[in-house]
């Protein structure tokens, strides 16, 4: 019998029979009809066919995963004569992530050699299964069975002329003793796997989401917050208004929400939080909310920092108050918190103790006093003689830690010294000026070379100059990505030839971009990971795969492949670090006040559905809520088989920000579970907000849903990479000029406000313009 599955993106043909020569011609059949439009295809015909991906696969049996069979005719075989007269057989799959070579088993050698005395295995070049190959294949094999029934189980005289690729691919189909299942297991697992649509696109790499998958109830829920945001984004417009409750005046004994940062998150909350109803103090070192998307483009100039950055205080006007500090302490059962207050650093130094070469605020300040509560809790125990004079202490009901990460450079010897970050508009200002210097640097006299009239020294003089002027990137996510093309965008325009203010360094400015991983932007699919790849060849940026940053100083960088010892040591004026990310020294405090099952992996906290964080008692319980890169969301999705976390985007953290404002704003009972809406009195039962959310049904909380909308990068000279999904459910792909427009159509309607776009949208007219702007002030 044969079993046919036809889907809108890949059909697929799967053939279950005794007979080889039936399979065979049913398999060439099915090749003609659907080859056209399917891409792909399998066939699996009896014991000895299905031996052969045993044959061919390493660990089948273990892994349940026919490795062997080819995805979109990328199935590769290949046999070659080695000098000695020797060959080796060689099959890999390029329909995984990755590229996998399958060669012949030490357990399987004997075989081959007793075969045809293969014991000699060398490197080879790759051999493509073409159409015509599988044809002949498929005759071949036909015109085996036949020759074996007619000389009655006899075996055939080997050949002595050099086998041809089709006699390689049947020397693969051999039979070969299977000692862990029967080859009839293996062939019903491979049939039930290639008969359901959703597996087979497992198996070929592909996303088993179709458009029927899409979360349709999410969205029209989406729809609906939206609608509510809106209004209740007015209360906190206007002093204690809100219009859903028709009041003029704060609420009654409003609940006091700390919130701890002013990330993707926190400025989602601070957006949509109604100062009707809460209370809001706000804690962070920096006074501002930033785009972190377009970090790399101010680093170069081509936007200026200050338009992608938004004040908090004007983000909601009538929040209570802005803290600039950093917390070093918590008391989660008492529900207190402890602020070291930041340096108000001025050019004059007119504040008291403070001078004007102040720490940079983004930096985390030493701070070896001793802070913590009294036995009775009434007190903070401070030792004055460290300082500690600047700690204050706020209470709140509800702590909202969105405190985000920082870079993970301490994992490299001295990259935390000699590395630039890319996090902060703080960082992005400093990385700016660095790159201004090193231009300069580099054209200094001492490294021209008609200074010089000894050939050695002219070339010491060049090599420095281009050293000088030498950029590493570490990192092949979207932050390393994008700032490379953006310094080759940079580059090419200020060394352009005939007006570029630097064009005599034009042959000797470089950008290396260095990855540990196999795929630059390990997010996106496979085509735009190759696109971005080529995107860079195409522009000189010197692209390093597979390769791990063993050491920084301060002109220099040592890397290594993975899995060689060899390390090579590249000469480089500056090196930025966007390779990863570690948890601030707070969230190490918070976690050491609750309970072992909050900690998480690579030092996030641990939530439930609602964001609420474990705690030792139920009256703490629900008053801390994590949000962003700093929360570890676990969640499982329809076809996947374990749950998986959320990313550290700003998609998430954004979502979750607005998410919280709304269980907040609506006053669920945060300790319940699920969180409830409390009892009212009779006229405030038929608010408008009330009667809202028991219409949609919400009288208990929905968890949090996250809702992806795709992935965006930059690749350089004016190309862009769109991946675009909803939830999981992918819409299409495309990279280019037209994604280029997408990617910034999509990034000025996420501006923090019309503001922003205002001066983003001039900045990119200006640049196009005028060139971008060089000065270093």
Known sequence: PTEALHSSTAPLVSMKTRNDGRAAA?????????????GSFACICSDTSVSAFQTTTSGLASLGTPSSYYSERKLIATKEQSRDNKSRLFVTNYSHEEEQEYQINEGEETYFEHQYGWDNYDDTPWFPLTDS??????????????EEQSTNGEEATASTEAPTSTEILLDSLKPKPIDTVTSQDIEEQFLRMVSNEVEYKQLVGQSPYALTDIKFPVLLQRFLDTIEDSSQKSNGKFKGQSKL???DQPRDERKTVVVLGTGWASHAFIKLASTYDLRIVVVSPVNHFVFTPMLASAAVGTVEYRSVTEAIRVTNPYIDNFVEGRAIGVDVEGKKLQVHLTSLGTATGSFKGVASDAPCRLEPEILQSFVEFSEDGSMVQRDQSQGASDVIELSYDYLLCAVGTASRSTIVKGAKQHCFNLKTSQDSKRLRTAIGEALEYASRPDVQEFYYTSEEVQQMATQERKRRVKIAVVGGGPTGVELSGELKDFFAQVCGYPDGAYQHLRDDISVVLIHGGSDLLPAMDKDLRTRALDALHAQGVEVRLNTRLKEVGRDFITIGEKGSDIQETIPVGLTVWAAGNAPVPFV??????????AAGSAGRINVDQWLRCPTYSENSFGSVLVLGD?????TQEKYDKTPQQLPQTAQVAGQQGAFAARMLNRDYDMQATPPKLPELSESEAFSVLRVWLAARGLEEAPGFDFLSLGLLAYVGQEEALNQVAIGNVPIFNYSGKIAFVLWRTVYLAKQASSRNQALLTFDWVRTKSFGRDITRL
């Open 26 to 38: 049913a398999a060439a059949a099915a090749r003609r009809l659907f080859f056209s439009s399917v």
């Open 133 to 146: 190959v599988l044809e002949e294949f498929i005759n071949s094999r036909q015109m085996m069975m036949e």
């Open 630 to 634: 700093v929360a570890c969301y676990e």
């Open 588 to 597: 190490k405090e918070l976690l050491s006040k609750l309970p072992p099952s």
């Open 245 to 247: 409750q028709g009041k």
